[in-house]
């Protein structure tokens, strides 16, 4: 098939399709007497696969060791472990996400929270003392369960 039927099976545009094929994403595809890059069917599934694995959070690298080799095929034991590997990563960011919201909580909370006839300067000063304190125990708490 041709680069623009492929395109509207994926909804990708051509340039990115032509982009995964520079990358080594794509098989290089054969090039017809006049010139136009001919794909087969597998190409499908393939850029199916990259655009899922990007919106997972893989970058093009990690992508480039998890698809199957021409040759080999699936490795199991890589796939596997890269997978999994990323599970951990987009944990560790949930829990960075998780801190980070809890903090704007509460930053949210001592400016609504101000005291009558305090001035605006002084509250700030509040919020950043509850703050600190704040971060001072969260630190606390991730060094015991180490």
């Known amino acids: 098939m041709r680069i ?3 395109a509207k099976l994926t909804g990708l545009a051509a340039s990115r399709i032509r982009f995964y094929e520079a990358s080594g994403l794509i098989s290089s595809v054969e090039r017809k007497a006049n010139g136009y890059r ?9 850029l199916e696969m990259i655009t899922n694995a990007q919106a997972a959070g893989f ?8 698809l199957p080799a021409k040759s080999k095929g699936w490795q199991h034991d890589e796939l596997l472990g890269g997978l999994r590997r990323k599970v951990e990563e987009i944990e560790r960011l949930q829990e960075r ?3 980070n919201k809890a903090q704007l909580l509460l930053v949210i909370e001592g400016i609504e929270s101000k005291p009558e006839g305090m001035p605006c300067v002084d509250n ?6 509850r703050l600190r304190e ?3 125990q ?9």
């Open 124 to 129: 700030s000063q509040r919020v950043l003392e």
């Open 4 to 6: 623009g039927e492929l």
């Open 134 to 136: 704040e971060l001072a």
């Open 138 to 146: 969260d630190k606390a708490r991730r060094a015991t369960d180490l």
């Open 59 to 66: 970058s093009l690298e990690e992508i480039r060791q998890l």
């Open 97 to 99: 996400l998780a801190r």
């Open 38 to 46: 001919d794909y087969d069917a597998d190409a499908v599934w393939v």
